[in-house]
């Protein structure tokens, strides 16, 4: 079975722009989540869709911003880049329901705003 | 945002030793895992723990979920040098699909 591919792997971007990034899930699982990764901050929850529908969102501004397709696959775009989004972008995939939840990752996407 | 205890946050050891790291909430988990990550890459599921007091072992690993829910523990046996990186620990809410995560530990393995 395939794992979580992400796509871009790497992207360089400059303040003001915006970005959207893909993320396929293992087949079969129905939950996304994305995460944003930075050396001060660790790993912070940015949202998980299931369904189409986003189930849980962290704290992020309305900047970012996702979506998910009827096949799972997941968008995530930010836009007005600010340097501080500069960070590996990961996504992860789990089957979303209330038992074996364990969750997979893809291989990130590394996003450098200029 | 929302990050579980982890410690030690980092630690050198020497190939072969045993290395035990724990995570800590005072919130009441119902699934934990625990993840390794190496530079540049995205976090690899090492092991799921589903019930309180659940010890589950994977080759040199083993990782328990407390008793109490809040917390869960990670050992390494005989320590190798491919053990280097970063370990996380992710603790789900009961009803709820939103992982927290520990803020790591940074292991390297002396030759």
């Known amino acids: 079975k395939a794992g979580v591919t992400q796509t871009p792997r790497y992207l360089i971007k400059t303040r003001g722009q915006q970005v959207t990034l893909s993320c396929s899930p293992i087949?079969?699982?129905?939950?996304v989540s994305w995460y944003q990764q930075t050396p001060g901050q660790g790993l912070q929850f940015l949202f998980e869709y299931f369904s189409e529908t986003q189930r849980n969102k962290g704290n992020f501004p309305g900047r970012f911003s996702g979506r998910q397709f009827s096949n799972s696959r997941s968008e995530m775009n930010v836009s007005t880049l600010e340097l501080g989004d500069s960070a590996l972008y990961l996504c992860?995939?789990?089957?979303?329901?209330?038992?074996?939840?364990?969750?997979?990752f893809g291989p990130g996407t590394r996003l450098t705003v200029l | 945002g929302q990050q579980l205890n982890q410690s030690p946050q980092s630690m050198f050891i020497q190939e072969g030793e045993d290395v035990s790291m724990n995570c800590t909430s005072s919130?009441?988990?119902?699934?934990w895992l625990w993840y390794k990550q190496d530079p540049g890459e995205g976090p690899v599921l090492l092991i799921a723990?589903?019930?309180?007091?659940e010890l589950t072992s994977n080759g040199r690993l083993t990782a328990q979920f407390g008793i109490t829910r809040k917390d869960s523990f990670l050992n390494i046996s005989a320590s190798i040098p491919s053990d280097v990186g970063i370990y996380f620990c992710a603790g789900l809410f009961k009803g709820t699909y939103k992982y927290i995560f520990g803020t790591g530990t940074r292991l390297k393995v002396l030759a």
């Open positions: 087949s079969g699982h129905r939950s």
């Open positions: 723990l589903y019930k309180a007091g």
């Open positions: 919130s009441i988990f119902n699934t």
């Open positions: 992860a995939s789990s089957q979303g329901l209330s038992t074996y939840n364990e969750q997979f």
